[in-house]
């Protein structure tokens, strides 16, 4: 950081930051104020930056996920970097294990490592602390994942795909239908899918009542005892919605563990179409993403939202059924068979 870099972040000169670091001169009380909000965000000093040799030189791009251990991210930051790389741009990275109360500090992290501009997944665009820094000062980003009214994004029409997902198991003949969800209070995709599901299976009336179990999206740890129940039981249902493929995956594995048959007992469906499900076998049905080209698009808004461009502040992709796999009609228990 140095001084131009907290008057582009408070909307002021440098002159003015001078002003007010040394008490000098005329100074409005909400240029103070301003000034003084980014050196304490910021953690600037005047002291201990004139003895630092300024190293970024280097044009950067921040970039925010919730997780590195997931493939799907993987992606989304692959394709980043190669539209950065296209403009000469770098890329930094922090992840924030899908926590909310780590975004707040990541952005600021970015900011003080003087990046152009951020692309970001938050937990939610709704009262999220990153997001309300960001467009208090004006700070150039990019959501992926997220879709936000009128603010620069990327992303797939996730309710739509939750409806897509119940409405080809319906006419599969499954009646007994569940989800796995990552936890909503984390992911407003994973609760955008599970609304679009709940309204196609809300429309038929003679289902019994969907089961949901949320848990932690980061967790890759087997199924806890409880959380097990839901699919053991002699109950259970005969399908199930997973809300990402890495949960999707997850519960393949319980359901082979436990000798349940997939999908002759149970089917499962995924989403987000890593390339792991398609190694399975049988593949993994799935709601196949472009995570790449969501990356490519990333970088090309967040410039166009830099330079106050007039092109289209927001992409919606196009997602891909792979209804293959383990997805299957429902079939008569006499019939079902064990792998």
């Known amino acids: 950081m140095n001084i131009k870099d907290v008057a582009a972040l408070a909307g002021v000169s440098p002159a003015t930051v001078s002003r007010c670091l040394n008490n000098t001169g005329p100074l409005s009380a909400d240029a103070r104020a301003r000034v003084e909000k980014v050196i304490a965000l910021t ?4 002291n201990q930056a004139s003895k630092q040799v300024d190293l970024n030189h280097n044009p950067t791009i921040g970039v925010m996920i919730p997780s590195l251990l997931n493939p799907v991210f993987s992606e989304i930051v692959a394709g980043i970097q190669q539209r ?12 924030t294990q899908y926590e909310r109360s780590r975004e707040r500090q990541a952005i600021i992290d970015l900011i003080r490592q003087r990046v152009t501009g951020v692309i970001l997944t ?13 467009r208090e000062f004006h700070f150039p980003f ?36 569940g989800m796995v ?11 955008q899918r599970y609304l679009g599901f709940t309204e196609r299976l809300n429309q038929q009336s003679s289902l019994l009542p969907m089961p949901l179990v949320e848990v932690d999206q980061y967790a890759l740890t087997p199924f806890d005892q409880t959380q097990g129940s839901f699919f053991d039981s002699s109950s259970a249902p005969t399908a199930w919605f997973c809300s990402n493929d890495l949960l999707a995956l997850k519960l393949v594995n319980h359901l082979k563990a436990k000798g349940i048959s997939i999908p002759d007992s149970v089917s499962v469906v995924g989403f987000d179409g890593m390339a792991l499900g398609q190694i399975l076998y049988p593949p993994l049905a799935t709601i196949q993403i472009p995570h790449h080209t969501m990356g490519l698009y990333a970088v090309d808004l967040l410039f166009n939202s830099k330079h106050k461009t007039t092109l289209p502040l927001a992409r919606q992709l196009d997602y891909q059924p792979h209804f293959v796999g383990t997805m299957a009609e429902c079939q008569p228990p006499t019939m079902r068979r064990v792998l």
């Open 84 to 95: 950065a790389r296209h403009f000469g741009y770098s890329v930094i990275v922090v992840d």
């Open 122 to 134: 938050t937990a939610s665009v709704e009262n999220n602390e990153a997001l309300s820094l960001l």
């Open 43 to 46: 953690g600037y000093d005047v």
């Open 181 to 191: 969800a990552g936890r909503f209070k984390s992911s407003d995709r994973a609760k």
């Open 142 to 177: 990019c959501l992926v994942h997220n879709q936000s009214p009128n603010e620069p994004c990327v992303y797939v029409d996730n309710y739509q795909a939750g409806w897509d997902v119940a409405d080809r198991l319906l006419v599969l003949g499954h009646r007994k239908i």
